[in-house]
């Protein structure tokens, strides 16, 4: 076995990255660097930058530790120490797993606020509970 490249990394990757494969074969890892911001990067394995996919807003940025996730749509979900799960919608050029629909988007992203909404009340309950 032999390492084929290697990226400077500004930080501890702590989380495990993501590797996706899109339509047209082309490969992208996804990871998180433990420290402020709390940001989602990506590489590409034929490119040699690290971007920056998704920075959050300065009130949810704090370290990350977390590993990210894709689901089939392509979106990617990640949280970091702020309490926040991020969903991150990628660009119609980076790895797709289905089609973009946007109406699909649209109530998949309801959903997905709605769900998050009644788990911040549960623990909110629960914790005036106990």
């Known amino acids: 076995m ?3 490249k290697s990226y400077e990394i500004d930080g501890a990757i702590q989380g495990t ?4 494969k899109d339509k047209s074969g082309s490969t992208y890892v996804f990871f998180t660097i433990n ?3 709390g940001a ?13 996919v998704y920075t959050p ?6 370290w990350c530790m977390a590993s990210v996730s894709i689901s089939a749509d ?19 050029k980076m790895p797709a797993t289905g089609e973009y629909n946007s109406s699909r988007l649209l109530l998949s992203s309801f959903f997905f606020v709605l769900a998050a909404s009644a788990l911040v009340i549960r623990a909110k309950r629960k914790k ?3």
Do not use: R, W
């Not at 990255?17 to 996706?20: A, G, Q, S």
């Not at 807003?57 to 704090?62: L, T």
């Open 35 to 37: 420290k402020e911001p």
């Open 17 to 20: 990255p993501l590797v996706v």
């Open 74 to 92: 392509g979106n990617l979900f990640y949280s970091n120490d702020s309490h926040t799960l991020f969903a991150v919608k990628l660009a119609e």
């Open 57 to 62: 807003i300065e009130s949810q940025q704090n």
């Open 2 to 4: 032999a390492v084929e």
């Open 40 to 52: 989602l990067y990506g590489i590409t394995t034929d490119g040699d930058k690290v971007h920056t």
């Open 128 to 130: 005036v509970n106990d």
